[in-house]
C-alpha cells in the first residue's frame, strides 16, 4: 500500500514566493545561484567567515570572495571582505588559533598561495611559491601549516623542481609503465603525486618551503580526484598529523585500502590502519588529543561499503565501532566541542540529515529535518553551524542549538523570490522482492492539466535522487517547462541500509528496472496528474546505462530517452574505465576476461536489436570514467537503425558538466528533446 509525505526542505518556506508573482527557472538561473560553502567559525564562536561563489557569464566561470558574519550580534548581516580584483577569487578561509587572522587562498598574485587578513586590516600575501598551493590546514597550536599539491616526488620542498633528467627532445608521447594512467579528467604525469608539507609559522607567517610528512611512501595524499581537507587531522598540541592515503603500485587501480597515517615529529609516517585492507578515512582528533575517530568499510575493492564510525586509543591502539548496530554510511565526521559526542551526517529515506551519536553509548540522535546537511562546524556552546540545501533552494547556513536550527544567511533570496515554487511528494511502494522502496513526484505548485512526465534515474548506482539541491540534475529546473519529474531510489541506492544497496551487485539490470517499473506505476496511482503514458527517460552515469538498458529491455515505455555519460558496452566499458575496483566489484570480484557471462548479462549493447526509442547522446569528452567512446558506440547504434538521435558533445567536460554556460547548453538541447516528443503539437513551454 503507497505511502505518502508531502517532503519540503526545513526553512525553505521563507522563500517561496507567491504563484501569483512567479516565473519558470531556467538553466541561466540555475547557472547563476550564488554557491556557499567553506565555512569556518572563530575560536570564541563570535564570527563566522565563508566563501560565496558568484558567476561570471561572460568569462564561463564562477569567481569566489569571503564574506564575515557576526554570529553573537542580534540582526547581523554578512559582510564582504573585499581586497582583490573582481577577476579574482579567495577561497577556503581558516582562523589562526588566537582568532585574530583569518587565512585563506587566493589567486590575487597571479596563482593560489596562502594568504591572511585581520579584521579591518590589510590582507597579506604569505607565500609565494612557483606553483599554487592546493590546500591547507592550520594547526590548532598556532605554530605550524600543512599545505598540499602536486609536487614531484624527488622534491625535498614544496618550491622545487624535480632533479629527474627531462626526457628525450624530439616528440610529444608520454611513456607509462603502470596504471593509473589517467584518473577522472587528467593524464598522470609520472613521478608526480598529491604531496603534503609542513611549515613553521613564525609570528604567523609561514617560514621556509616546507618539508615532506613522507619521503618514502608512494601515493597521493590528500587521494585523488575528490580529497581534500576532510582527510586531514591535527592533534591539538600540532605535534601529529593524521592523513589518508592510499599506496601506489600495480594494483593502485584495483584498490580501495585508503589507510589513515600519523606523521610526528620525527620519523616516517606509521600507518595505523595497516590490518584493514579497505577503506579508512575521515580522520578526526578529540578536543582532549586522547582519541582519533574515523571512518572504516570492511570490504575490500568495495567503494560503496558502508562507512562505520570508528574510535582509537591513541595511546594504546586500542580500536572498536562506535555505533555498530546503526546500519548507515557516514558522509562527514565532527568532534563535538564536549569531546562525548561525534557529529555525522548520513543518508536516511531521501534526506541527508545531522547527527548525533553517543562516543560511549553508541546513541544516534537525528538533529535535522528534511534536505541535505553538509560543512559542519561545532561551536564551543553546544551549537553547531552547517549548511543545509534542499529541492527547493540550494545551500545556506543554518545554526542549529537546543533542538532549534535557526537559518543565518539568504544568499539566494533575490534570485528565488519571483521562481516557481515546487511540490515534492514522496512514496513508497513494494519493489523488486517486495521491499519497500521510495520515491518522489515533483511538479510545478498550481500547474494545471494532464502533466508529461520526466522519469530521472540517479547515477553511482550507489546513490540517492532524493531531497538536496543539484547543480547538474535539478529536479526544480526539470519540471520548470511544465513537466512531472518522478524519481526512484532503487535496489542500490543509499540511505536504506546497506543490504538494500548491495543488492544490486552483479543485479545492474535486475531489481533496479523492476524497481522502475513499479514505480512510475505507483507513481501514476499517487498522482492521477502525471500522465506516464506521455513520458521520457533520462539518466547520467550508472542512469545513463539505465537509459541504454531501457531502449533494449522496456523498449515501449517512453516517448524518448535521454542518455548522459553511461556504459554502452560493459565488457569495453571493464577496459577502458580508470579505477578498475568499481567494475570488477559490481560485476561479481573478477576481471572481464575470468566472469564474461556477468558482464555480458547486464550488457545493452547485445540488445541493440530491440533499440527503437529515440535518444539524445550526451557525453564530455574529458571523461575518463566513462570515456566518450561509449556515447559515440551509442549514437552510432540508433544512427544504424534509423532510430531519431542527437549526439551532444563537450570537448572541455568530463563526468559532469560544470561550466555555466555548458550547463545552459545542457538544458537548452535536453528541453528541445523532451518537447519534440512530448509535445509534438507545439504545446506547453
Known amino acids: 500500500m503507497t505511502k505518502t509525505l ?38 570564541d564562536g ?28 542580534k540582526n547581523a548581516e554578512p559582510v564582504k571582505i573585499a581586497f582583490s580584483a573582481a577577476d579574482k577569487s579567495e577561497h577556503d578561509p581558516a582562523f589562526s588559533a588566537d582568532g585574530k587572522w583569518i587565512y585563506f587562498l587566493s589567486n590575487a598574485g597571479g596563482s593560489d598561495q596562502l594568504w591572511r587578513i585581520a579584521a579591518g586590516g590589510t590582507p597579506e600575501q604569505l607565500t609565494t611559491f612557483s606553483t599554487d598551493v592546493g590546500g591547507f590546514l592550520l594547526a590548532p597550536s598556532g605554530d605550524r601549516v600543512a599545505i598540499w599539491g602536486d609536487r614531484p616526488l624527488d622534491c625535498t620542498d614544496y618550491d622545487c623542481k624535480s632533479d629527474k633528467p ?20 587528467t593524464w598522470a604525469e609520472p613521478g608526480t603525486r598529491s604531496r603534503i608539507f609542513v611549515l613553521p609559522l613564525a609570528d604567523g607567517k609561514p617560514t621556509g618551503a616546507g618539508v615532506p610528512v613522507a619521503t618514502k611512501l608512494v601515493g597521493d595524499a590528500p587521494s585523488k580526484p575528490f580529497g581534500g581537507a576532510e582527510e586531514l587531522a591535527w592533534s591539538p598540541d600540532g605535534k601529529t598529523l593524521y592523513f589518508a592515503l592510499r599506496e601506489a603500485g600495480r594494483i593502485e587501480p584495483l584498490s580501495t585500502n585508503l589507510d589513515i597515517f600519523a606523521a610526528g615529529p620525527n620519523g616516517e609516517p606509521v600507518n595505523l590502519t595497516d590490518a584493514n585492507d579497505a577503506t579508512d578515512t575521515l580522520p578526526a582528533v578529540s ?11 570492511k570490504r575490500p575493492g568495495y567503494e ?3 562507512l562505520a564510525i570508528m574510535l582509537r586509543n591513541i595511546a594504546t591502539g586500542e580500536t572498536r565501532e562506535v555505533a555498530p548496530g546503526w546500519d548507515r554510511s557516514v558522509g562527514s565526521i565532527a568532534w563535538a566541542k564536549d569531546g562525548k559526542n561525534l557529529l555525522v551526517t548520513a543518508g536516511e529515506i531521501l534526506d541527508d540529515p545531522l547527527f548525533r551519536v553517543d562516543v560511549a553509548s553508541g546513541k544516534v540522535t537525528r538533529l535535522t529535518e528534511g534536505g541535505t546537511v553538509g560543512n559542519v562546524k561545532p561551536l564551543a556552546d553546544g551549537s553547531v553551524v552547517y549548511t543545509l540545501n534542499s529541492i ?50 515533483i511538479k510545478t505548485e498550481g500547474a494545471t492539466g494532464k502533466l508529461p512526465v520526466e522519469l530521472l534515474v540517479h547515477g553511482g548506482p550507489q546513490g540517492s535522487f532524493g531531497n538536496g539541491w543539484s547543480y547538474r540534475w535539478n529536479p526544480k529546473l526539470f519540471v520548470a517547462p511544465g513537466y512531472a519529474a518522478v524519481t526512484v531510489d532503487f535496489h542500490g541506492s543509499t540511505g536504506y541500509g546497506q543490504a538494500f544497496t548491495d543488492s544490486i551487485n552483479k543485479d545492474w539490470g535486475g531489481k533496479p528496472l523492476q524497481d522502475l517499473k513499479l514505480g512510475l506505476a505507483a507513481a501514476a496511482k499517487e498522482d492521477p496528474q502525471i500522465d506516464t503514458a506521455n513520458a521520457c527517460a533520462l539518466g547520467g552515469s550508472y542512469g545513463g546505462y539505465m537509459m541504454n538498458w531501457i531502449e533494449g529491455n522496456w523498449p515501449d515505455a517512453f516517448k524518448c530517452i535521454v542518455m548522459h555519460d553511461g556504459v554502452f558496452d560493459a565488457r569495453a566499458m571493464a577496459y577502458e574505465t580508470e579505477e578498475l575496483w568499481f567494475d570488477e566489484w559490481e560485476h561479481g570480484g573478477h576481471p572481464y576476461y575470468e566472469a564474461p557471462q556477468e558482464y555480458e548479462k547486464w550488457n545493452p549493447v547485445n540488445f541493440v536489436d530491440k533499440w527503437k526509442t529515440p535518444m539524445l547522446v550526451i557525453h564530455g569528452e574529458q571523461d575518463f570514467r566513462i570515456p566518450y567512446t561509449q556515447g559515440l558506440a ?12 542527437r549526439l551532444l558533445i563537450f570537448p572541455d567536460e568530463n563526468h559532469w558538466v560544470l561550466k555555466p554556460r555548458n550547463s545552459i547548453q545542457w538544458y537548452t538541447e535536453v528541453f528541445a528533446w523532451l518537447d519534440r516528443w512530448l509535445r509534438p503539437d507545439g504545446t506547453g513551454r
Open 392 to 441: 527547493q533552494a540550494p545551500d545556506d547556513l543554518y545554526r542549529w542549538k537546543g533542538g532549534k536550527s535557526v537559518r543565518l544567511t539568504s544568499v539566494n533570496a533575490d534570485k528565488l523570490a519571483d521562481i516557481d515554487p515546487v511540490s515534492v511528494k514522496r512514496f513508497s511502494f513494494a519493489g523488486a522482492n517486495g521491499d519497500t522502496v521510495w520515491g518522489q513526484i
Open 6 to 43: 508531502l517532503a519540503l526542505a526545513l526553512g525553505s518556506a521563507a522563500l517561496i514566493p507567491t504563484i501569483a508573482d512567479a516565473r519558470p527557472m531556467t538553466a541561466t538561473d540555475l547557472a547563476t545561484m550564488r554557491r556557499i560553502g567553506a565555512p569556518a567559525v572563530s575560536p
Open 634 to 645: 551509442a549514437f552510432t547504434a540508433l544512427q544504424r537503425r534509423d532510430i531519431p538521435s
Open 46 to 73: 563570535r564570527w563566522l567567515v565563508y566563501q560565496l561563489r558568484e558567476t561570471d557569464l561572460a568569462a564561463n566561470k564562477g569567481r569566489n570572495h569571503l564574506w564575515l558574519l557576526d554570529l553573537k550580534a
Open 304 to 306: 560503496a561499503d558502508r
Open 166 to 185: 627531462a626526457a628525450a627532445q624530439g616528440g610529444s608521447g608520454r611513456t607509462y609503465d603502470q596504471l593509473f594512467v589517467r584518473h577522472w579528467d
Open 287 to 297: 578536543p582532549d588529543g586522547k582519541w582519533l575517530a574515523y571512518a572504516a568499510m
